[in-house]
């Protein structure tokens, strides 16, 4: 069966995001604050040091503040510690960004816990993604929070729906079904060990595809009808899902560019401003 997919267009939820922001944006700078984003790079992967340059220049764009810390990538444990206590220390920054993978030698999960909390504006920390799991985080992961704005953004109705997750990562596939729970979906969460994977997602009426492999959800995994959740971005700017191959099958779909990758910067920004609106007020 032919159905015409709807193209879930990014870019525009995410210019929406960042209209809002503006204002909220010029009445703190007026009180003499700049909301401000601290992004740290270990290492040199160019990949890392795209996002990262990719979030500084947003931030910019916006009128915000962006402070970039790179390292190197003999950066030990400790010194990745120190540079985020005193980032968690410094009241003129209000977002803590530290990009993900830092290098192996590095004990990331040590380096994510030193954020404070009221700076985890990606939901790093185990205390944030406890929160999400319970409902009520204030920074959920950017990118689990810009897949529901677009769901939301387009009212996709979530109640009730079996929600297929594939990929069960810290910062995207775990969350973003514990939001999708939240939200009453019905949630299956599919990993490498997973048998059977291509039966389960057929069963699905929203797919999330949060793999790591480029075109990896094949166009006849899906059933007619489903919404797909594209988050992957691989080299040469393809997704984790075959996306010619799901259109036609698909009730709705987003792209790669311009789906879920600008909604989870402008998702950052916003809880940046959230964050620094937040602090605004614990200083009063
Ligand atoms: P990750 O940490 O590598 O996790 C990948 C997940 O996929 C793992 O849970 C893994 O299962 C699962 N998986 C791997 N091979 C599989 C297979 N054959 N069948 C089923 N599941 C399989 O990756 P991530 O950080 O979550 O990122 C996932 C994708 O999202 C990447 O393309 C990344 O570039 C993209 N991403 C995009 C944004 C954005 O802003 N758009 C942000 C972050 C990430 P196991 O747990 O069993 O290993």
Sequence with gaps: METNSMILDGASVASEIKEELKERIARLTDKGITPCLATVLVGDDPASETYVRMKGNACRRLGMESKRIQMSGETTTGQLLAVIRELNADPTVHGILL??????HIDERAAFEAIAIEKDVDGVTTLGFAQTAFGFGLYPSCTPAAILAILDAYQLPLEGKHAVVIGRSPILGKPVSLMLLNRNATVTICHSKTNGL?????????VVAAVGKPKFVQGDWIKPGAVVMDAGYNPGNVGDVDYDACLG????????PAGVGPVTIATLLKHTVDAAERASARAV
């Design 198 to 206: 291509a039966d389960i997602v057929k069963q699905a009426d929203i």
């Design 99 to 104: 990009q993900h993978p830092v290098p192996h």
């Design 249 to 256: 099958r698909a009730s709705a779909i987003t792209p790669v």
